[in-house]
Structures are given as C-alpha cells and as structure tokens.
T-cell receptor, first 114, second 115 residues
Framework: DAGITQSPRHKVTETGTPVTLRCHQT?????MYWYRQDPGHGLRLIHYSYGVKDTDKGEVSDGYSVSRSKTEDFLLTLESATSSQTSVYFC?????????????FGPGTRLLVL | GDSVTQMEGPVTLSEEAFLTINCTYTATGYPSLFWYVQYPGEGLQLLLKATKADDKGSNKGFEATYRKETTSFHLEKGSVQVSDSAVYFC??????????????FGKGTKLSVKP
C-alpha cells in the first residue's frame, strides 16, 4: 500500500461542467502521475509531476490541466468536461530510483460525462 | 518511441491449466519491465518486475523472464486458479530512455478461469 487515495471515487457530471479529481499521497513521493483507462487502450498518461509546481504533459493531455501546490496533492482538472472524457482515472506515485523505479496506483475514479 | 505489445484476449482457461500471456516491447534504452494485475472493480497492483536482461520476476506463482534478445517478457503460471481471473497489463519504464520514467502499457489481456 503506497498510501494513495483518490477522490471522488465515482462522479457523474454533465457536458461543459468543470471537474476536479484529487490524488493524495502520504509518503512524500516526488513523482506523481495521472492516467486514464479506456477499453482497448490500456492506460495512457495524461500528465505527471516531478515536484511541487513542476508538471509536464503526457500522451493524452488535451482538455486536461493539473496542479501540484504541495507534495501530497496532485489535482487533475477537466475545464469543460466532454463525453470523450468518460473514463476511469488512476493516480500513481513512483518509488525507487533508476532501474528500480516502480509505480504504484491508487484505487481509481470512475467518471461519467453525460 | 517506446511501445509494448501484448496478446489480445480474452483468454479463457480451466482451473489448473498452464497460462502464458505474451508480451514484447520496443525501447530506445534499457527499460525495466513490469506486469500489473487488475482484479474486477479494483485498481492496478504490481504483480512482478524485472530490471535487467535475464532477470526473472516472480510473485504468487507467476513468473516472467526479461529476454533482451527477443525483446520479450512473457507472463507464465503453471496452474491457474479461479481467483487469478483478472486483466493483466505488461508495461515498461525507462527513466533514461524514450519513456523518461513514464510507464508505457500494453492494452491488457483479460483472463477468465473456469472451475
């Protein structure tokens, strides 16, 4: 257990509304990640963070923004949700260094955009 | 860029059957390789990993060997149980190569084990 929680765990929202998902970790990990999981695509990286206020884009970042104002929290925001953003969102942290680096995942947030 | 290809499912086996899920990769550097498992309704759990060529990762009766010559990391288990029913993901990470430490996933293989 890497001490990762995500909130909310489930959310239903309407197209055009803003949505913020929260990832919280308790073990002071430097690296944090947001992925989305869709059938037939596996998991794809949205954004990641390598420190407070240090973030970068992943493979599928369009329509998403992130913020990390403190080590323990990494927020994912959908500024104006669309139906194509219906997905399961996973947060992850990274432990170890170099080739021993390993990512551990939170329980996920299931988002439905109507 | 870096990529992972794993066999498409679903895979259906009887209890106590032998399991192989194929995984091959392409990478610009020297990646670490992972298998993650996702049980129904849950998040991803690390199943096993290998960090260099010829390393064997193992956990819960599952094994996978890092084969650099064939760029493969096939998952095997000698005798599956109903409780092994899940989706299995192969992934790679290379902090100093193309993925820059980010995980690159295969699309997942759904395994169903029948009693």
């Amino acid at each position: 257990d890497a001490g990762i929680t995500q909130s909310p765990r489930h959310k239903v929202t309407e197209t055009g509304t803003p949505v913020t998902l929260r990832c919280h970790q308790t073990e002071n990990h430097r690296y944090m990640y947001w992925y989305r999981q869709d059938p037939g695509h596996g998991l794809r990286l949205i954004h990641y963070s390598y420190g407070v206020k240090d973030t970068d884009k992943g493979e599928v970042s369009d329509g998403y923004s992130v913020s990390r104002s403190k080590t323990e929290d990494f927020l994912l925001t959908l500024e104006s949700a669309t139906s194509s953003q219906t997905s399961v969102y996973f947060c992850a942290i990274s432990e170890g260094r170099g080739h021993q680096e390993t990512q551990y995942f939170g329980p996920g947030t299931r988002l439905l955009v109507l | 860029g870096d990529s992972v290809t794993q066999m498409e499912g679903p895979v259906t086996l009887s209890e106590e059957a032998f399991l192989t899920i194929n995984c091959t990769y392409t990478a610009t550097g020297y990646p670490s390789l992972f298998w993650y498992v996702q049980y129904p309704g849950e998040g991803l759990q690390l199943l096993l990993k290998a960090t260099k060529a010829d390393d064997k990762g193992s956990n819960k009766g599952f094994e996978a060997t890092y084969r650099k010559e064939t760029t493969s990391f096939h998952l095997e288990k000698g005798s599956v149980q109903v409780s092994d029913s899940a989706v299995y993901f192969c992934a790679l990470s290379d902090r100093y190569g193309g993925s820059q430490g980010n995980l690159i996933f295969g699309k997942g293989t759904k395994l169903s084990v029948k009693p």
